[in-house]
């Protein structure tokens, strides 16, 4: 089982389409072992976005990530990290293959709609920034 990092953007809050995506990676049977809505603030940004902190796009990016709430989760299942990346599709929501999330619902490079870590590096670093080990939950299916 792999655990990976996933973000539902200020855009995907603001469009009422939390609820759309959130049924996808339930009805794909993966596991949401936490989730929490926050306010992303610049050092968060900064953090998570260390490795585009540099580039031109930058600033647009911390802008946009902290303009509203956020929904964080960690999910959970078999090769999880590339799945969920699957389900996302390209970045850039024009690129997006029809099927995925952000092909089906965003038009635009930045507003994306969604986060996924793209590793597993990268997911256990952003899982430490924004959940404590004790607000992951098991995940014990009773039916
Ligand atoms: P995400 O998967 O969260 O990872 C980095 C984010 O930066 C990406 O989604 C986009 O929202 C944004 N991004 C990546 N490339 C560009 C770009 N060239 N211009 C603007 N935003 C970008």
Excluded: W
Excluded at 53 to 64: N, T
Aim: hydrophobic residues 45%.
């Amino acid at each position: 089982m792999q655990r990976t990092l996933v973000l539902l953007k200020p855009d995907a809050v603001q469009r009422r389409l939390m609820g759309e995506i959130i049924s996808r990676f339930e009805k794909k049977g993966l596991n949401i072992i936490a989730m929490k809505m926050l306010q992303v603030t610049p050092t968060l940004a900064k953090e998570h976005y260390a490795e585009h902190v540099e580039k031109p796009f930058y600033p647009g990016l911390e802008s946009f990530i902290i303009s509203a709430p956020i929904v964080a989760m960690a999910i959970e299942g078999l090769e999880a990290i590339r799945v969920v990346r699957e389900m996302l599709g390209a970045t850039n929501g024009l690129n997006a293959a029809a099927g995925t999330i952000r092909g089906d619902f965003s038009s635009s490079r930045q507003m994306n709609l969604v986060h996924a870590s793209d590793g597993e590096e990268a997911a256990a670093r952003e899982l430490a920034l924004y959940f404590n080990e004790d607000e992951i939950c098991a995940y014990n299916p009773v039916l």
